[in-house]
């Protein structure tokens, strides 16, 4: 039994006042034990939804999931001893200090008070909270805040953790804490699935990625497998004005625009650039900047889903 | 690895001790209620205490047997025992920060998140009872059953506190927001005004006695006043005992469906 999760057509309809709405329509996939599983999407794609019927905590319309082979459903209480987790919503009482929330939560989960108060203190010390530790939760930043989330949901060891969304929201640099703690985590042997609407976060952090879009999967691989599949060069080209731009999309077959870019996806990037520079120039069309990359997530997730995903750009505008 | 799941008794004990922390670090939370409790006691002590009290035996005014404010007293009472209240509100706090769904993910017995703020809720309604009767104790209340009367007054509370409790917890999940559970103790107001709280039954108009006669304040009110001025007068006490202890019994199952539905995964 190689696999941690398993998750078949999963579906979840919520029935509101206004009408169904389908959170989840059909998501599947496989988690091996030990990898970090990411699940990319935006607002709204149906992530929490998806994590809050594998962790048992809310229904499941129709489909099945398990974990570590024991069926969420009718193993729920199995489950849940073997799962940690932290939600998007964190709720976390802010009038306790983080201390007395170990020691309470390892009480909860057991613990004799004396394991009770070893088990705190390596938490604190775990992630990094041992200074603040007698102060209210309410005085943290944050990254402390999230970093408390997730001590609070390794209290009992589990070995599968769900991390929905861990870092929205946070300073680059309280993120990149949290991914050295959550890549910590999994050399350990714990096995990962968090979700996220940055790219580049699931490009650091996960070994596999599901790409999931109003409630659908539209692609899953490794990072590498992904910008693979979209194969050769992105050439990226910036006008001066949208106009030209426009125009230049009119000329050049498959290709995206974006404001004042516009981006096309080629075997070779190094051979194709000056035919096209040619073909714009002949057009009276300024290029003001050309560049080719290896495709990137972002290129991956335009392909799958005909846009590009918000949550990049937020990321990109904060890291300056 | 491998945990024993911890006991019911043990879940409660920490559930309980975690809410009367968070109880203990906002201290001023609970200055309203015993503050307007202590003042409807000063106040309508100082001002009807002249007419209704003295030595005022043999006059149309006599009800309060010369003390008015063993009469008195006992709307304080009443009025702090509705801090049973909180109880729905720490439930519905805990429901919209999210630590609800944390506790669900854990290996906790529904109960035990459902009746540590009920048990909180009672410290509360005791608490805010005996520092009512002792504020009244200290200015010159002095109940005909001896000291041991306080200790019934404070049992009735202790019901009638509970029922706002098992009120406000139903209130409280059904409309899912703390205002909801909030709202639920305006219910006090028309409810300690629509009673005899100033003089007995008999003096009301006739609309008033009327609907006090369908309140079940009345019936409290009543049955801490025969404790305080009559004596352990058996079928009044009875009476107060059982409206009291009948109200928790209903609000407290009410709030157990609730909160069942409300704990069902949706
Ligand atoms: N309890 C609910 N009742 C009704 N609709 C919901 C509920 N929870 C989520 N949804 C809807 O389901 C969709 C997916 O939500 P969610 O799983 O939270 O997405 P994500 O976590 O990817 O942002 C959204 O359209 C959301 O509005
Ligand atoms: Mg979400």
């Known amino acids: ?320 | 690895m491998n945990y024993s799941k911890s006991s019911f008794f043990t879940q409660l004990g920490i559930l309980t001790k975690r809410l009367l922390l968070r109880l203990a670090r906002r201290p001023l939370a609970e200055l309203p209620n015993i503050f307007i409790s202590a003042f409807f006691l000063l106040v309508y002590d100082g001002a009807l205490g002249g007419v209704f009290g003295g030595n005022a035996a043999g006059t149309p005014f006599d009800f309060a047997n010369g003390n008015f404010l063993n009469f008195i007293l006992p709307v304080s009472i009443v009025s702090a025992s509705v801090s049973g209240g909180a109880s729905g509100i720490y439930l519905v706090e805990d429901i919209e920060s999210g630590v609800f769904k944390r506790y669900q993910g854990m290996p906790i017995s529904k109960w035990a998140i459902i009746l540590a703020p009920i048990v909180v809720g009672a410290v509360r309604v005791l608490l805010q009872a005996t520092l009512i009767m002792t504020l009244g104790s200290i200015i010159g209340a002095d109940p005909a059953t001896g000291f041991l009367g306080y200790f019934a007054v404070l049992g009735m509370a202790f019901f009638w506190g509970m029922g706002f409790a098992g009120y406000s917890v139903a209130a409280g999940v059904r409309s899912g927001s703390s205002q909801g559970a909030q709202a639920a103790t305006f219910l006090f107001f028309p409810a300690l005004f629509l009673a005899p709280t100033f003089t007995p039954r008999y003096a009301l108009k006739g609309w008033l006695e009327t609907a006090a006669a369908f309140n079940p304040t009345t019936y409290v009110l009543e049955g801490m006043r025969a404790i305080m001025i009559e004596g352990w007068v058996s079928d009044l006490i009875l009476k107060g005992f059982l409206v009291a202890g009948g109200f928790a019994f209903i609000t407290l199952s009410f709030a157990v469906i609730s909160a069942k539905t409300a704990t069902e995964k949706s």
């Open chain 1, 1 to 320: 039994m190689l696999l941690a999760v398993e998750a078949k057509n999963l579906k979840k309809t919520f029935k509101t006042k206004q009408g169904n709405v389908e959170a989840v329509r059909d998501v599947s996939f496989k988690v091996n034990k030990g990898e970090i599983f990411g699940i990319l999407g935006p607002n709204g794609a149906g992530k929490s939804t998806t994590i809050l019927m594998l962790t048992t905590l809310l229904r499941i319309t129709s489909g099945t999931a398990k974990i570590n082979d024991l069926d969420v459903v009718k193993n729920d209480s199995e489950v849940r001893n073997k799962i940690g987790i932290a939600l998007q919503d964190t709720g976390i009482d802010n009038l306790l200090t983080a201390r007395e929330l170990f020691y309470t939560t390892a009480r909860l989960w057991g613990l004799s008070k004396s394991k009770s108060k070893d088990r705190t203190k390596e938490m604190l010390n775990l992630v990094g909270l041992t200074e603040a530790a007698d102060r209210r939760v309410k005085t943290y930043s944050g990254g402390m805040k999230r970093r408390l989330d997730l001590g609070l949901s390794l209290v009992h060891k589990p070995e599968v953790l769900f991390l929905d969304e861990p870092t929205t929201g946070l300073d680059p640099g309280s993120r990149r804490v949290l991914w050295d703690e959550i890549k910590k985590l999994r050399d350990e042997g714990v096995t990962i699935i968090l979700t996220t609407q940055y790219l580049e976060e699931a490009d650091e952090l996960a070994n596999r990625i599901s790409i999931i879009d109003e409630g659908l999967v539209v692609a899953e691989g490794t990072p590498d497998e992904l910008k693979s599949s979209i194969g050769g060069d992105v050439i990226t080209l910036t006008f001066r004005s949208d106009d030209d731009a426009i125009k230049a999309q009119t000329i050049i077959e498959n290709s995206d625009i974006e404001d004042k870019q516009i981006r096309v996806t080629v075997e070779n990037g190094a051979e194709k650039i000056p035919n096209l520079l040619n073909l714009l120039v002949s057009k009276d069309i300024n290029v003001q900047s050309v560049s080719a990359n290896k495709p990137s997530l972002d290129d991956v997730f335009l392909k799958v889903t005909g846009y590009r995903l918000e949550g990049e750009k937020t990321l990109i505008e904060e890291s300056k």
